[in-house]
Protein backbone atom coordinates (compact mmCIF):
# COMPACT_ATOMS: atom_id res chain seq x y z
CA UNK A 1 0.00 0.00 0.00
CA UNK A 2 1.09 3.86 -0.83
CA UNK A 3 1.20 5.86 2.07
CA UNK A 4 -0.52 9.39 1.38
CA UNK A 5 2.03 12.35 1.69
CA UNK A 6 1.82 14.29 4.69
CA UNK A 7 1.72 17.95 4.42
CA UNK A 8 5.02 19.72 4.99
CA UNK A 9 6.17 21.29 7.86
CA UNK A 10 6.37 25.80 7.59
CA UNK A 11 10.11 24.56 7.80
CA UNK A 12 9.48 22.52 4.66
CA UNK A 13 7.27 25.08 2.96
CA UNK A 14 9.49 27.85 3.10
CA UNK A 15 12.40 25.55 1.93
CA UNK A 16 10.44 24.60 -1.50
CA UNK A 17 9.50 28.56 -1.82
CA UNK A 18 13.31 29.35 -1.56
CA UNK A 19 14.34 26.19 -3.49
CA UNK A 20 11.47 27.89 -6.68
CA UNK A 21 13.31 31.09 -6.39
CA UNK A 22 16.94 29.68 -6.76
CA UNK A 23 15.72 26.62 -9.56
CA UNK A 24 13.81 29.86 -11.52
CA UNK A 25 16.45 32.54 -11.32
CA UNK A 26 19.41 29.45 -11.79
CA UNK A 27 21.12 30.65 -8.87
CA UNK A 28 23.23 28.78 -6.58
CA UNK A 29 22.61 28.69 -2.88
CA UNK A 30 25.87 31.53 -1.88
CA UNK A 31 24.68 33.56 -4.80
CA UNK A 32 21.07 33.58 -3.50
CA UNK A 33 22.67 34.27 0.15
CA UNK A 34 24.85 37.17 -1.11
CA UNK A 35 21.95 38.50 -3.05
CA UNK A 36 19.90 37.81 0.84
CA UNK A 37 22.99 39.30 2.59
CA UNK A 38 23.24 42.85 -0.09
CA UNK A 39 19.39 43.50 0.31
CA UNK A 40 19.16 43.30 3.76
CA UNK A 41 21.00 46.47 4.35
CA UNK A 42 18.71 48.26 2.45
CA UNK A 43 15.78 49.82 3.50
CA UNK A 44 12.25 48.29 2.62
CA UNK A 45 10.75 44.72 2.24
CA UNK A 46 13.34 42.81 2.17
CA UNK A 47 11.83 39.70 0.34
CA UNK A 48 10.89 42.08 -2.51
CA UNK A 49 13.91 43.57 -2.92
CA UNK A 50 15.42 40.05 -3.25
CA UNK A 51 13.15 39.21 -5.57
CA UNK A 52 13.58 42.01 -7.88
CA UNK A 53 17.53 41.85 -7.63
CA UNK A 54 17.06 39.03 -9.23
CA UNK A 55 15.06 40.46 -12.18
CA UNK A 56 17.44 42.81 -12.77
CA UNK A 57 20.13 39.57 -13.61
CA UNK A 58 21.29 40.22 -17.10
CA UNK A 59 20.17 36.62 -18.20
CA UNK A 60 16.95 37.43 -16.62
CA UNK A 61 16.26 40.57 -19.12
CA UNK A 62 17.57 39.27 -22.11
CA UNK A 63 15.36 35.91 -21.78
CA UNK A 64 12.22 38.30 -20.29
CA UNK A 65 13.33 40.72 -23.44
CA UNK A 66 12.91 37.88 -25.92
CA UNK A 67 16.54 37.19 -27.15
CA UNK A 68 15.91 34.04 -26.22
CA UNK A 69 13.27 31.18 -25.11
CA UNK A 70 14.93 29.93 -21.60
CA UNK A 71 16.94 31.26 -19.34
CA UNK A 72 19.67 28.08 -19.70
CA UNK A 73 20.32 29.65 -23.35
CA UNK A 74 20.37 33.59 -22.23
CA UNK A 75 23.03 32.45 -19.74
CA UNK A 76 24.78 30.19 -22.31
CA UNK A 77 24.32 33.17 -24.58
CA UNK A 78 25.83 35.42 -22.71
CA UNK A 79 28.98 33.72 -21.32
CA UNK A 80 29.36 32.91 -25.19
CA UNK A 81 29.92 36.52 -25.33
CA UNK A 82 27.04 37.13 -27.15
CA UNK A 83 26.01 40.08 -26.10
CA UNK A 84 27.37 43.59 -25.32
CA UNK A 85 26.31 45.94 -22.28
CA UNK A 86 26.85 49.74 -23.07
CA UNK A 87 28.95 48.89 -26.19
CA UNK A 88 31.29 46.50 -23.83
CA UNK A 89 31.15 42.66 -24.27
CA UNK A 90 29.81 41.12 -20.52
CA UNK A 91 30.24 37.36 -19.70
CA UNK A 92 28.88 37.16 -16.32
CA UNK A 93 24.59 36.28 -16.40
CA UNK A 94 24.72 37.69 -13.01
CA UNK A 95 25.51 41.05 -13.86
CA UNK A 96 23.07 43.70 -12.79
CA UNK A 97 21.56 46.05 -15.26
CA UNK A 98 20.48 49.52 -14.29
CA UNK A 99 18.18 52.35 -15.57
CA UNK A 100 20.14 53.63 -18.95
CA UNK A 101 22.21 50.24 -19.41
CA UNK A 102 21.45 49.21 -23.05
CA UNK A 103 21.76 45.46 -23.84
CA UNK A 104 22.42 44.67 -27.68
CA UNK A 105 23.83 41.54 -29.55
CA UNK A 106 27.10 41.74 -30.59
CA UNK A 107 27.71 42.93 -34.05
CA UNK A 108 28.16 39.58 -35.80
CA UNK A 109 26.06 38.74 -38.50
CA UNK A 110 25.57 35.29 -37.86
CA UNK A 111 24.60 36.01 -34.26
CA UNK A 112 22.16 38.63 -35.25
CA UNK A 113 20.43 36.22 -38.03
CA UNK A 114 20.35 33.83 -34.84
CA UNK A 115 18.57 36.31 -32.47
CA UNK A 116 15.76 38.02 -35.15
CA UNK A 117 15.20 33.94 -36.12
CA UNK A 118 14.20 33.36 -32.24
CA UNK A 119 12.41 36.97 -32.17
CA UNK A 120 10.24 36.23 -35.06
CA UNK A 121 9.70 32.34 -33.49
CA UNK A 122 8.57 33.96 -30.47
CA UNK A 123 6.39 36.26 -28.53
CA UNK A 124 8.45 38.07 -25.43
CA UNK A 125 7.19 39.48 -22.25
CA UNK A 126 5.95 43.31 -22.52
CA UNK A 127 8.02 44.85 -19.72
CA UNK A 128 7.50 48.66 -18.51
CA UNK A 129 11.04 48.97 -17.61
CA UNK A 130 12.73 47.62 -20.30
CA UNK A 131 11.73 49.01 -24.15
CA UNK A 132 12.88 46.78 -26.57
CA UNK A 133 13.73 47.66 -30.33
CA UNK A 134 13.57 44.04 -32.92
CA UNK A 135 15.00 45.75 -35.99
CA UNK A 136 17.83 46.83 -33.99
CA UNK A 137 18.46 43.91 -31.60
CA UNK A 138 18.46 46.59 -28.42
CA UNK A 139 17.22 46.76 -25.37
CA UNK A 140 17.27 49.16 -23.14
CA UNK A 141 16.96 49.49 -19.47
CA UNK A 142 14.44 52.46 -18.63
CA UNK A 143 13.90 52.52 -14.74
CA UNK A 144 14.06 49.78 -12.24
CA UNK A 145 11.38 46.98 -12.29
CA UNK A 146 8.24 47.33 -9.75
CA UNK A 147 6.81 44.81 -7.11
CA UNK A 148 4.09 44.07 -10.73
CA UNK A 149 6.83 42.92 -12.56
CA UNK A 150 7.89 39.90 -11.12
CA UNK A 151 6.96 37.27 -13.00
CA UNK A 152 7.85 34.10 -10.57
CA UNK A 153 4.34 33.47 -7.99
CA UNK A 154 6.52 32.85 -4.66
CA UNK A 155 6.00 34.18 -1.08
CA UNK A 156 8.97 36.47 -0.65
CA UNK A 157 8.08 36.64 3.46
CA UNK A 158 8.64 33.12 4.20
CA UNK A 159 11.97 32.90 1.70
CA UNK A 160 13.29 36.03 4.31
CA UNK A 161 12.23 34.39 7.35
CA UNK A 162 14.21 31.24 5.86
CA UNK A 163 17.30 32.72 5.11
CA UNK A 164 17.57 34.59 8.32
CA UNK A 165 17.72 31.63 10.61
Known amino acids: MHVRGRR???????????QKIKHYYGLGERQLRRYFDA?????GNTG?????????????????VGFTKTRPQARQGI????????GVKVTKPSYQLRPGD???VRGRENLKNLYRGVIAN??????????FDSEN????????PGASDISLPVDANSVVEFLSR
Do not use: Q
Open 79 to 86: THGHFRVN
Open 39 to 43: VGRKS
Open 137 to 144: LKATVLGL
Open 48 to 64: ELLLLMCERRLDNVVRR
Open 122 to 131: ASPDALDWVT
Open 8 to 18: PSNYGMALMEK
Open 102 to 104: IVE
